[in-house]
Nanobody, 123 residues
Framework: LQLVESGGGLVQPGGSLRLSCVAS????????FGWLRQAPGKEREGVSC????????VYASSVRGRFTISKDNAKNTVYLEMNDLKPENTAVYYC?????????????????WGQGTQVAVSS
């Protein structure tokens, strides 16, 4: 069971990035998936979560309207489109699978994590 993220990088404020998370060893439609991030010196926080059953989503208030989570069940991939990025969005972004099929931003509700991908927003 593995999650592999990609798509991070260095971007200027106001720029965009698209993160991808490929799941292997299990199918997306059996679990919910989320994106969480951890900035230096801060606790890990939930960014967004998607139900791979009905497609319901939830966002942290700080990213709502700028970030979009989506999935492609055929490719076993979850995406996070990030627009209008700000310096405070700088963090390592993790893709993770929920323990149960809940829609959640709580890191304790996730039991399988990718290795993370670094996002840096700076001019």
């Amino acid at each position: 069971l593995q999650l592999v993220e990609s798509g991070g990088g260095l971007v200027q404020p106001g720029g965009s990035l698209r993160l991808s998370c490929v799941a292997s060893g299990f199918t997306l439609d059996s679990y919910n998936f989320g994106w969480l991030r951890q900035a230096p010196g801060k606790e890990r926080e939930g960014v967004s979560c998607i139900s791979t059953g009905d497609g319901s989503v939830v966002y942290a208030s700080s990213v709502r309207g700028r970030f979009t989570i989506s999935k492609d069940n055929a490719k076993n991939t979850v995406y996070l489109e990030m627009n209008d990025l700000k310096p405070e969005n700088t963090a390592v972004y993790y893709c993770a699978k929920t323990l149960h099929r809940q829609l959640t931003l709580e890191s304790g509700d996730y039991n399988r994590w990718g290795q993370g991908t670094q996002v840096a927003v700076s001019s």
